[in-house]
């Protein structure tokens, strides 16, 4: 009876994980869907701007997140709190996304990726990413090498 139970908890729990619990993304898999999702060409970059911007930022991992005293940045896209989304504890937060800060740390980067699009389109480019201005000024076509 006791296994029985153990076996049925561990069973819920591998159901209950995918989709909670955030992932790291393979390079050639986040170009892929960026480009599906129509990255190409948008606010005049490449898809391989924002793959360089990823591996910069969050190392593509959707459950990053970095605290810089006053505000924080979530997920894969590094998503500020103070601007983007609302995580209940940075003053004066604008949520121009409308969204809840956690909800950008799932495998489910659908949301994200609206929100990144919304950041890029007021700044008519990919300059509000400090990780891009740094690191993503030069050639950035090996970021998609062998992707498709
Ligand atoms: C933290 O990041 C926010 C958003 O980028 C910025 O406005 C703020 O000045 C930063 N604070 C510190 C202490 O660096």
């Known amino acids: 009876m006791k296994t029985l139970f153990f076996l049925a908890l561990i069973l819920l ?12 993304f393979e390079r050639c898999e986040l170009a892929r869907l ?14 391989a701007d924002w793959v360089c911007l990823v591996q910069h930022e969050s190392g593509y991992r959707t459950d ?4 810089n005293g006053s505000s ?5 896209f590094q998503i500020n709190s103070l601007y983007w989304c609302d995580d209940g504890r940075t003053p004066g ?12 740390l799932d495998d489910n980067i659908a949301d994200d990726i609206r929100c990144a699009k919304m950041i890029a389109q007021e700044a008519r480019g990919l300059t509000p990413w400090v990780a891009w201005n740094r690191f993503c000024q030069g050639d950035v076509d090996p ?4 992707c498709w």
């Open 64 to 67: 990053a997140v970095h605290d």
């Open 72 to 76: 924080r940045d979530y997920g894969i």
């Open 13 to 24: 729990t591998a159901l209950a994980l995918p989709g909670a619990e955030g992932k790291v």
């Open 143 to 146: 970021y998609v090498r062998g």
């Open 93 to 104: 937060s604008k949520n121009a996304c409308r969204i809840s800060c956690s909800r950008l």
């Open 34 to 47: 960026l480009k599906r999702q129509g990255f190409s060409g948008f606010v005049g970059r490449k898809v």
